[in-house]
């Protein structure tokens, strides 16, 4: 019994290390690619922008930070904003932010008189406005006075239906966890989704800064407020399902590495793995839809998604027998998952010239003990849309009015 083990420990660990080598090897070929690509730094033809930002709950102080971001933009074309206020608790404490913004030409407040969700709050201003690009903003994100600029210059590209700017952590000095999630978002945008961008199909075009063509949006927002899992309701994972939905159309969904933007993340552990799990249990619902299309968009987003969804099950068995075996021989495995740790650096050191992305291998000590668990937990609980100490409010039917309620407007 002891050899049988032994034998399927070491076969499912090699496995897993030539699932993830492969990939990573792969990964960083293809990403040095996009990144050598040219690409446009301003539109030729300056299409007017919409700026959709959902609020709910925010922090006044970072609503402000990223209202003046984008009041920053160097853009030429006309750029109107909307803040959608989602029902917030805190309204009168915002308030003050709101008559600020309101005093600036094409600016508009909607106040939301329910917390309706994410989806329902951008539809509420996309309905009510035309111009030809609809570019999505967190409201605790600041964005490069270049970023729309660049991010508006990718949809020239008339196959282009949605394009991406990196995101890094705004609040990255805080902590030890700000700086490994600082890290991992700079892997997740220039290493992950630069290499889907070469073949034209981002998985997942982030929602704290991401545009989209709206002749685009206009062809799937009824299907992306009306997201449903296992006959319920879907509240959340928005950004993964719309991005599935472009990819849908068939138009191509693009990385811009050089359009920057810089979001809160979570300072403490607990918060941060509440994201994760919501963020795992989308990846798992939503993977089903986007398989069938990825043959057709190339053999390596076929890889792409068999890594995401194998490698932490070889991972997750690796360290199950490992377990069993009461950690024998365990100098090994650990080694092995230290030279796959540094994989994952490597690329961020040689782009960065910084032995600082050294740093990221401790992401790697999370997976094992924090992340795996976590994954696991997803695909336990995928039907599960409860966001944690965030409420949401209760599915609903919403149809999205026109004009939008209590929408207020700048000179």
Same mark, same amino acid.
């Not at 600036?104 to 994410?118: F, S, T």
């Not at 605790?140 to 020239?156: F, M, S, Y």
């Not at 941060?272 to 799990?277: A, G, P, S, V």
């Given at each position: 019994?002891?050899?049988?083990?032994?034998?399927?420990?070491?076969?499912?660990?090699?496995?897993?290390?030539?699932?993830?080598?492969?990939?990573?090897?792969? +990964?960083?070929?293809?990403?040095?690619?996009?990144?050598?690509?040219?690409?446009?730094?301003?539109?030729?033809?300056?299409?007017?922008?919409?700026?959709?930002?959902?609020?709910?709950?925010?922090?006044?102080?970072?609503?402000?930070?990223?209202?003046?971001?984008?009041?920053? +933009?160097?853009?030429?074309?006309?750029?109107?904003?909307?803040?959608?206020?989602?029902?917030?608790?805190?309204?009168?404490?915002l308030e003050p932010v709101y008559q600020k913004f309101r005093r600036r030409k094409g600016?508009?407040?909607?106040? $939301?008189?329910?917390?309706?969700?994410?989806?329902?709050?951008?539809?509420?201003?996309?309905?009510?406005?035309?111009?030809?690009?609809?570019?999505?903003?967190?409201?605790?994100?600041?964005?490069?006075?270049?970023?729309?600029?660049?991010?508006?210059?990718?949809?020239?590209?008339?196959?282009?239906?949605?394009?991406?700017?990196?995101?890094?952590?705004?609040?990255?000095?805080?902590?030890?966890?700000?700086?490994?999630?600082?890290?991992?978002?700079?892997y997740a945008c220039n290493q992950e989704r630069a290499a889907q961008s070469l073949f034209?199909?981002?998985?997942?075009?982030?929602?704290?800064?991401?545009?989209?063509?709206?002749?685009?949006?206009?062809?799937?927002?009824?299907?992306?407020?009306?997201?449903?899992?296992?006959?319920?309701?879907?509240?959340?994972?928005?950004?993964?399902?719309?991005?599935?939905?472009? $990819?849908?159309?068939?138009?191509?969904?693009?990385?811009?590495?050089?359009?920057?933007?810089?979001?809160?993340?979570?300072?403490? $552990?607990?918060?941060?793995?509440? +994201?994760?799990?919501?963020?795992?249990?989308?990846?798992?619902?939503?993977?089903?839809?986007?398989?069938?299309?990825?043959?057709?968009?190339?053999?390596? $987003?076929?890889?792409?998604?068999?890594? +995401?969804?194998?490698?932490?099950?070889?991972?997750?068995?690796?360290?199950?027998?490992?377990?069993?075996?009461?950690?024998?021989?365990?100098?090994?495995?650990?080694?092995?998952?230290?030279?796959?740790?540094?994989?994952h650096c490597a690329y961020g050191v040689w782009r960065t010239r910084s032995l600082g992305?050294?740093?990221?291998?401790?992401?790697?000590?999370?997976?094992?003990?924090?992340?795996?668990?976590?994954?696991?937990?997803?695909?336990?609980?995928?039907?599960?849309?409860?966001?944690?100490?965030?409420?949401?409010?209760?599915?609903?039917?919403?149809?999205?009015?026109?004009?939008?309620?209590?929408?207020?407007?700048?000179?």
């Amino acid at each position: 019994m002891t050899a049988t083990l032994d034998l399927l420990l070491r076969w499912v660990f090699l496995a897993y290390l030539l699932l993830v080598g492969s990939y990573l090897i792969l +990964q960083t070929v293809f990403a040095e690619r996009a990144h050598r690509r040219t690409t446009p730094s301003r539109s030729s033809t300056l299409p007017t922008v919409d700026v959709v930002i959902p609020c709910y709950n925010e922090d006044p102080a970072e609503l402000a930070a990223c209202l003046d971001s984008i009041a920053r +933009q160097d853009y030429a074309g006309e750029i109107r904003v909307h803040v959608v206020d989602d029902g917030s608790p805190n309204r009168a404490e915002l308030e003050p932010v709101y008559q600020k913004f309101r005093r600036r030409k094409g600016n508009r407040v909607i106040l $939301l008189p329910a917390n309706m969700g994410k989806r329902h709050a951008q539809a509420q201003a996309i309905v009510d406005s035309d111009g030809e690009v609809v570019i999505s903003v967190d409201s605790d994100t600041e964005i490069d006075p270049d970023g729309v600029r660049r991010l508006v210059a990718a949809l020239d590209d008339p196959t282009v239906g949605a394009a991406m700017g990196e995101m890094r952590a705004a609040n990255a000095s805080v902590n030890w966890l700000t700086r490994i999630i600082d890290r991992r978002y700079w892997y997740a945008c220039n290493q992950e989704r630069a290499a889907q961008s070469l073949f034209g199909s981002v998985l997942c075009c982030s929602g704290p800064f991401s545009a989209y063509r709206r002749s685009v949006l206009e062809r799937t927002l009824d299907d992306y407020l009306n997201q449903t899992f296992r006959n319920r309701p879907s509240t959340h994972g928005e950004d993964r399902h719309l991005t599935n939905l472009v $990819l849908g159309t068939g138009m191509r969904t693009v990385y811009v590495g050089a359009a920057r933007a810089a979001t809160v993340v979570p300072e403490r $552990l607990k918060p941060f793995l509440r +994201q994760q799990l919501r963020w795992n249990r989308c990846v798992y619902r939503d993977m089903a839809a986007i398989l069938p299309r990825l043959p057709a968009r190339g053999f390596y $987003l076929v890889l792409d998604a068999v890594v +995401q969804l194998l490698a932490p099950a070889l991972l997750a068995a690796t360290l199950v027998l490992l377990t069993v075996r009461g950690f024998s021989g365990f100098g090994y495995y650990g080694s092995g998952l230290a030279l796959v740790a540094l994989g994952h650096c490597a690329y961020g050191v040689w782009r960065t010239r910084s032995l600082g992305f050294l740093s990221f291998a401790l992401y790697g000590l999370m997976h094992v003990v924090l992340l795996i668990p976590v994954r696991v937990h997803a695909l336990l609980t995928l039907s599960d849309d409860r966001w944690g100490q965030r409420a949401t409010a209760p599915p609903r039917a919403f149809v999205p009015s026109r004009p939008p309620l209590d929408a207020q407007s700048g000179d």
